[in-house]
Each structure stands twice: as structure tokens, then as C-alpha cells.
T-cell receptor, first 117, second 115 residues
Framework: AQTVTQSQPEMSVQEAETVTLSCTYDTSESNYYLFWYKQPPSRQMILVIRQEAYKQQNATENRFSVNFQKAAKSFSLKISDSQLGDTAMYFCAFMKLDSNSGYALNFGKGTSLLVTP | EAQVTQNPRYLITVTGKKLTVTCSQNMNHEYMSWYRQDPGLGLRQIYYSMNVEVTDKGDVPEGYKVSRKEKRNFPLILESPSPNQTSLYFC??????????????FGNGTRLTVT
């Protein structure tokens, strides 16, 4: 089974600053998907950004970008110009490209991010 | 509006009293799944369904049942709930032709407390 590790249980950042959340994973697969999900206090699970392993270019979505290092099995999330609304739990997730796995997302334990004024 | 609807949002019950958490999606998704979220453990898959009448176990299926008689519905059944099933539950759905282009849509969660 794939394991996803988020080594930072909690982080804080000041408004307008930049913060990076780390994620590493363990797999023997060569192709897979990686995701970052955001869970605000409302409990909704919101997809922030996604990356296919065969694509070398790092994904970017507005203020959110990733640093995908395939050899190091690292997938960090950078949030630029942090806003109060970014306060949430952030989950890194891994998915194999295999229907036999049930398209299961393997989640990390999460990083709680607090954005302060 | 495309959505996954779970009911109820909150549920408190007693040990051994059968309960069902409903999940319905209006996006004609083939794939549906249940996760539970526990502090310090992230989300773990309970059961999933690739299509109607096709279900399979995820990582933590013990104590749960599911059914998929219709494409839109995927209820989670706890025949005899126990306190260790106190958790936050999420239903999710997507098309099956590669969830990268069809990411999982999550419901708003059901907070279950078993006393």
C-alpha cells in the first residue's frame, strides 16, 4: 500500500506571506496522481491542485503551486499571498492509475494551517 | 447544481442500533466511495463501488455494509454500531475514466457519534 506522509501537523503564516506545506509518499508505481485537498472548518473537502506523475511541469492554480520532485517522492504545496480564508486542514493524497485499486485516494494525516492577520 | 448529498449531517446513536447514512449524487457518476476521517489518521476508504451492483472493500470495511442498487445512491449501513465507529464520514463520487480528469466530488460529511 502507498503511504503518504505530512510531517507538519500544524503551521501558521501571516496574511500576505508565503507558506510551504510538505508531503512525501512511498510507492513503487511509475505513474500516478497526486492531489492537495483543503478542508475548511465547514468540513467540505475541496480540491486545491492536482499533478500527474509523468508531467514534469509543476502544477499551478492561481496562488497555489506545487513542487513535484518525482525522484525524491516529494509533493509540496506553496501558498503565495496567504489569505485568512486559506485557514484550513490541508491533505496530500496519492492515487494509483489502476482501476483494481478502486481509485482509492491514500491520504496523509493532514496539516492544519492557520493564517493570522 | 452538481453535488453529492449526504444525510444526516449529524447523528448520535447508541451501541447496537442499526443505522443508515444516505448518499446521493446527481452527476451520473459510475464510481462512488465512502471514507471515514479520524483525528491524526486522515481519511481512510471504507467501501467503494465501480458501478451498479458492483461493490468492494476499501482499507477499513469491518463493521460496515453498502449497497449500490441504483447509480445515484450509495448508502452506508452500520448493522450494529460500536463506539469505535464514532467518526466523520464522507461520501464521494466521480466518473471512472481516470479520476485525474474527473476528480472526486465529496459530500459535506456526516458526523456520527456512537455512545
Amino acid at each position: 500500500a502507498q503511504t503518504v506522509t505530512q510531517s507538519q501537523p500544524e503551521m501558521s503564516v501571516q496574511e500576505a506571506e508565503t507558506v510551504t506545506l510538505s508531503c512525501t509518499y512511498d510507492t513503487s508505481e511509475s505513474n500516478y496522481y497526486l492531489f492537495w485537498y483543503k478542508q475548511p472548518p465547514s468540513r467540505q473537502m475541496i480540491l486545491v491542485i492536482r499533478q500527474e506523475a509523468y508531467k514534469q511541469q509543476n502544477a499551478t492554480e492561481n496562488r497555489f503551486s506545487v513542487n513535484f520532485q518525482k525522484a525524491a517522492k516529494s509533493f509540496s504545496l506553496k501558498i503565495s499571498d496567504s489569505q485568512l480564508g486559506d485557514t484550513a486542514m490541508y491533505f496530500c493524497a496519492f492515487m494509483k492509475l489502476d482501476s483494481n485499486s478502486g481509485y482509492a485516494l491514500n491520504f496523509g494525516k493532514g496539516t492544519s494551517l492557520l493564517v493570522t492577520p | 447544481e452538481a453535488q453529492v448529498t449526504q444525510n444526516p449531517r449529524y447523528l448520535i446513536t447508541v451501541t447496537g442500533k442499526k443505522l443508515t447514512v444516505t448518499c446521493s449524487q446527481n452527476m451520473n457518476h459510475e464510481y462512488m466511495s465512502w471514507y471515514r476521517q479520524d483525528p491524526g489518521l486522515g481519511l481512510r476508504q471504507i467501501y467503494y463501488s465501480m458501478n451498479v451492483e458492483v461493490t468492494d472493500k476499501g482499507d477499513v470495511p469491518e463493521g460496515y455494509k453498502v449497497s449500490r442498487k441504483e447509480k445515484r445512491n450509495f448508502p452506508l449501513i452500520l448493522e450494529s454500531p460500536s463506539p469505535n465507529q464514532t467518526s466523520l464520514y464522507f461520501c464521494a463520487s466521480s466518473h471512472t475514466e481516470g479520476s485525474y480528469n474527473s476528480p472526486l466530488h465529496f459530500g459535506n460529511g456526516t458526523r456520527l457519534t456512537v455512545t
